[in-house]
Nanobody, 127 residues
Framework: VHLVESGGGLVQPGGSLRLSCAAS????????IGWFRQAPGKLHEGVSCITGSDGATFDADPVKGRLTISRINRNDTVYLQMSGLKPEDTAVYYC?????????????????????WGQGTQVTVSS
């Protein structure tokens, strides 16, 4: 499994970014892909997840309405569109893949269920 994130950077509060995760090495119908983040001194936090089979999604409460996960035309890239960014969104954002063993709403809050991870991309929200 190979996951490569891109698109992070420095953005002002209220701004937007789009993260990309190029994914390969697995059967899409059998996995969930998630975006997770880790702020300094904190544990990994599930942000948004999507199933490879039917595109079902889950968004964590802190990001609902602001961060949206998608996979366009069933290609090998998963996106995280980020808008209305806040300083508390500052973190390293990781893309991860895990076996689709439960509904995505049950998988996403549990980073330990995702066995393959990318290297991460830094997102900093600051004026």
């Amino acid at each position: 499994v190979h996951l490569v994130e891109s698109g992070g950077g420095l953005v002002q509060p209220g701004g937007s970014l789009r993260l990309s995760c190029a994914a390969s090495g697995f059967t899409w119908d059998r996995v969930a892909i998630g975006w997770f983040r880790q702020a300094p001194g904190k544990l990994h936090e599930g942000v948004s997840c999507i199933t490879g089979s039917d595109g079902a999604t889950f968004d964590a409460d802190p990001v609902k309405g602001r961060l949206t996960i998608s996979r366009i035309n069933r290609n090998d890239t998963v996106y995280l569109q980020m808008s209305g960014l806040k300083p508390e969104d500052t973190a390293v954002y990781y893309c991860a893949a895990g076996a689709l063993i439960a509904p995505v709403r049950d998988l996403c809050p549990k980073p330990n269920l995702f066995g393959s991870w990318g290297q991460g991309t830094q997102v900093t929200v600051s004026s």
